[in-house]
């Protein structure tokens, strides 16, 4: 037996209507997301071609912690990643049959000071790269009831030299760089509601030499980049309440030219910062991640800079730190902008070397809280792996991705004359140029290599040292070091 059932007709034009609707609407988004690149990127979260593949399964013993700062530092010969824990204990990693494990001392893991920020920097000369970890204790800006921390191995362990220094932060702060200054290899440090700092070791004695060179100023620190030109090395420093920093080295000081330079960007709320040359000119130009507010792309020309920002790139979120490498080993650099979900779902994004936005595939995190990051080539395959943090408003664990390919890549490590890795460096091969990162790109810092992508051997290659002098060579390998004309 049968039945009809008769549907009245106004039902039948109601659903005929809704169907309707919700293809023109599904259209519509779909046409609207074109600029932003979120159709690509929902097309590629399979980790096709071109875009990022999680890897986090190669991380060993990866709990779920409040973290901030990665950098990638040079210890006893060997690339390790440096994290820092806030509420929990700091990690030392290494690459270790096939994974990513702990090889953390005892007295580096330091739990109850609530570390943000991290960077490598051999400031003593001896040929090993110190680990500078800035606290927080449980203040947000001004003063703390934490001091720093500053690791030097000595005879296999690790010494705090600010155990007993008069130099110790006792200001809250959010960023660490390794920079070459008048004085030598120093840390500078962005402080939060105090005065920033730049520490040195002169006669086997930290010292602050900041007030020298009238970098002691207060305002909202938060990024800190290097841009070697010129045979010397300048600071650009992303802040937020008060404009940006940028420091141009002057012989034996530097002045402030922020503003003349079009960089001062006063009501921005800086993040992120990294450098790159973006038209392969030679020169280093600077994209920079603001919290909620237009992210912006800055050409570098003779007198001074350009906003050259994308449509794409300049769309506002809640940014945190920036990378910008050939993750994909083409020849071309992409930048990588990670966010953080603290309120509602904020997928990372990635961008082409001008800007406009490219398949992310599995990097893209919706609901990570992202602070901070790493690139290196922590298995030494020659493609560059991206290692994540994530914490401020929950624990997470960390996250690693890479992009799969088979081609060329050219690693360069400048060595300084102790045979530490020669932060601040500049590379130059075939009309490109990078720079070895001294961080923070906000609390950040890259590993100590130039890494070129589709670049085979033999070719041509000259370092610029921080300290001004050069050195030329034709290169035979695809992994090289390079030493100090003086070593």
């Not at 890897?55 to 060993?60: M, Q």
């Amino acid at each position: 037996m049968s039945y009809t059932v008769k549907v009245p007709k106004r039902y039948v034009l109601i659903a005929a209507f809704l169907l309707v609707f919700s293809i023109a609407v599904t259209g519509l988004y779909l046409a609207g997301s074109e600029g932003t690149g979120m159709v690509e990127d929902l097309m590629a979260q399979d980790g096709s071609d071109n875009s990022f593949v999680d890897i986090s399964d190669k991380i060993e013993d990866n709990p779920s912690l409040r973290r901030y700062g990665l950098a990638s530092v040079k210890v006893q010969g060997e690339t390790r990643i440096f994290v820092t824990g806030y509420g929990g204990p700091n990690a030392l990693m290494k690459w270790e049959d096939g994974g990513l494990v702990s090889d953390t001392p005892e007295n580096l893991k330091d739990s109850d000071t609530n570390a943000i920020g991290a960077a490598g920097c051999d400031i003593d000369g001896d040929g090993q790269e110190e680990i500078y970890v800035l606290t927080t204790g449980d203040q947000y800006g001004g003063r703390k009831d934490t001091r720093d921390r500053l690791y030097d191995l000595q005879n296999g362990s690790w010494v705090d030299l600010f155990e007993d220094s008069s130099v110790t932060n006792r200001y809250s702060g959010r960023s660490v760089a390794c920079h070459y200054s008048p004085q030598g290899y120093s840390f500078f440090v962005a402080r939060y509601a105090g005065p920033m700092q730049m520490i040195t070791m002169n006669d086997n004695s930290l010292e602050d030499i900041a007030p020298r060179y009238n970098m002691d100023r207060t305002t909202g620190g938060r990024s800190i980049v290097n841009v070697p030109r010129n045979g010397s090395v300048d600071l650009f420093v992303g802040n937020e309440r008060g404009q940006n920093f940028y420091y141009n080295r002057t012989g034996d000081g530097y002045e402030e030219i922020a503003e003349e330079l079009g960089l001062a960007d006063v009501s921005l709320p800086a993040r992120g910062v990294m450098v790159y040359d973006r038209g392969e000119d030679g020169d280093l130009d600077l994209a920079v991640s603001n919290w909620n507010s237009e992210n912006k792309i800055y050409s570098r020309g003779s007198d001074g800079f350009t906003d050259v920002t994308s449509e794409d790139f300049s769309s506002r979120g809640p940014a945190r730190s920036l990378m910008a490498e050939d993750f994909d080993n083409d020849g071309d650099t992409s930048i990588y902008l990670n966010n953080i979900a603290s309120r509602q779902k904020a997928p990372n994004r990635f961008f082409n070397s001008r800007g406009e936005e490219i398949p992310i595939g599995d990097a893209s995190e919706p609901q990570g809280l992202g602070t901070g990051a790493t690139v290196t080539d922590i298995n030494g395959d020659g493609t560059l792996e991206m290692v994540l943090a994530h914490g401020e408003t929950g624990s997470q664990p960390l996250t690693m991705y890479k992009i799969p390919n088979d081609n060329p890549s050219l690693r360069i490590q400048p060595l300084w004359k102790s045979g530490a890795p020669a932060r601040n460096a500049l590379v130059k091969v075939d009309g490109k140029v990078k720079s070895v990162d001294g961080g923070s790109g906000y609390l950040n810092q890259m590993e100590p290599w130039a890494h070129f992508g589709n670049i085979s051997a033999p070719v041509n290659v000259t370092v610029m040292f921080p300290d001004g002098r050069q050195k030329s060579k034709k290169l035979q390998n695809q992994r090289v070091t390079i030493e100090h004309p003086e070593r």
